[in-house]
Structure formats: C-alpha cells, structure tokens
C-alpha cells in the first residue's frame, strides 16, 4: 500500500516553495529591470485586477494563515502577515515585499510537524463532537463563506488561492517584460530532482 504524504509536508512544503519562487521571481526583476521597479508595486495586469503588491501580500498572508490556522483552529479566519499596515499601495516598495516574502517564509519555518499534527487532531475531535466543521472562512455577501476539515482547508482555499496570486504575479513581469521561464517558476518545487540543466522555454 502506497504511503500516505503527512498534511504538514503538503501544506507548509508546498507553501514554502510558492514563497520561494515569489522571491525569486521577483528579484529577477529588480535585477533585469531596476528601471521598472519605482512603479512595480503598483502595476496590474489587467485595469479591473489588483495590482503586483496585492497579489504577493496574498501570497504572504496565506502562509501566515496557513501557520495560525493549522496550529490554533480557533484562530481568526484570514490573519494578515503583521506589518502590513505600515504601507500603501502608494508607498510601498519592491524591497519591501521582498522583505515580507522572508518573513512570511520564517513564520512557515517556525511551525513544527508534531504542533501541527496535534492541533489538527484535536480540530477533528472537537468538530465531531459539535458535529460541525472546524476551518470556517466567513466571507460578506453575495461571496459565500465556506467550512472545511484541516484537509479540505489546505487543499481546496490555501493552496489553489497561493498558486493563483503567484500566477498573476508571473504574468505581470512578464508582461513587463523580464525575462522569466518555465524553470524559474518550477526550480523551488524541483530542484532536489533535476538532473542536467532547464531549457530556456516560457
């Protein structure tokens, strides 16, 4: 029988290399494009799309969520990455998020397997005797709220939304023309199985 992969392993390791490749993207482009990078923070990819700071301060407040949530179920639904407050979108810098992007990768590094197998189990527990669902996300309406297990929580909200504000982020550079590819966006999740080199492909 196949072996089972451990939650901690598929939230926090995946989550980690999003941030990862977040860093890393984004350091390319002060690198290739210091020219660009006074207005980056505020540059979208569409007019009616949040702009670049947006999508990695999601990135970031996921992993602190991800982090508060899986350790303390009763947490708050959604916990901003602490700091936050300090910037606007009219302030806030490239070396800024960057600097957010090491501390949300520390907040990740912090949590431990055993702490977050025990308050995982103690959720399941108390959500079978409230015959209920421990992760609820409350949302305003017309956007509906969601209830999840420690599970669907990872795999179904942290997960899929990282990916998504990392992918716009991708899109926005390379609409602005630095030169990223498929191996900068893949090396974090790969690099322990590469063998030989990465083409240049986008």
Same mark, same amino acid.
């Given at each position: 029988?196949?072996?089972?992969?451990?939650?901690?392993?598929?939230?926090? @390791?995946? %989550?980690?290399?999003?941030?990862?490749?977040?860093?890393?993207? %984004?350091? &390319?482009? #002060?690198?290739?494009?210091?020219? %660009?990078?006074?207005?980056?923070?505020?540059?979208?990819?569409?007019?009616?799309?949040?702009?670049?700071?947006?999508?990695?301060?999601?990135?970031?407040?996921?992993?602190?969520? +991800?982090?508060?949530?899986?350790?303390?179920?009763?947490?708050?639904?959604?916990?901003?990455?602490?700091?936050?407050?300090?910037?606007?979108?009219?302030?806030?810098?490239?070396?800024? %998020?960057?600097? &957010?992007?090491?501390? =949300?990768?520390?907040?990740?590094? &912090?949590?431990?397997?055993?702490?977050?197998?025990?308050?995982?189990?103690?959720?399941?527990?108390?959500?079978?005797? &409230?015959?209920? #669902?421990?992760? =609820?996300?409350?949302?305003?309406?017309?956007?509906?709220?969601?209830?999840?297990? =420690?599970?669907?929580?990872? +795999? @179904?909200?942290?997960?899929?939304?990282?990916?998504?504000?990392?992918?716009? +982020?991708?899109?926005?550079?390379? #609409?602005? @023309?630095?030169?990223?590819? #498929?191996?900068?966006? +893949?090396?974090?999740?790969?690099?322990?199985?590469?063998?030989?080199?990465?083409?240049?492909?986008?």
């Amino acid at each position: 029988m196949a072996a089972s992969i451990p939650l901690y392993q598929v939230a926090f @390791g995946t %989550l980690a290399r999003i941030l990862t490749t977040t860093h890393d993207i %984004l350091s &390319k482009a #002060k690198e290739t494009h210091p020219n %660009l990078i006074p207005s980056l923070p505020r540059i979208r990819l569409y007019e009616d799309m949040n702009p670049l700071y947006y999508q990695v301060q999601t990135v970031c407040n996921f992993a602190h969520t +991800l982090a508060s949530r899986l350790t303390t179920p009763t947490a708050t639904s959604f916990a901003p990455l602490h700091g936050w407050e300090k910037y606007d979108e009219e302030t806030i810098t490239v070396d800024q %998020l960057l600097e &957010k992007i090491a501390i =949300a990768r520390e907040v990740l590094a &912090k949590v431990t397997p055993e702490k977050v197998a025990e308050a995982v189990v103690a959720a399941a527990k108390d959500a079978e005797e &409230k015959k209920t #669902k421990t992760y =609820a996300i409350s949302n305003p309406e017309p956007r509906p709220s969601f209830a999840f297990d =420690a599970s669907q929580f990872v +795999l @179904g909200y942290v997960l899929p939304n990282s990916y998504f504000h990392m992918n716009i +982020l991708y899109a926005i550079l390379r #609409k602005e @023309g630095v030169p990223l590819g #498929k191996a900068d966006y +893949l090396t974090p999740f790969l690099k322990e199985a590469v063998v030989g080199t990465w083409g240049t492909s986008h």
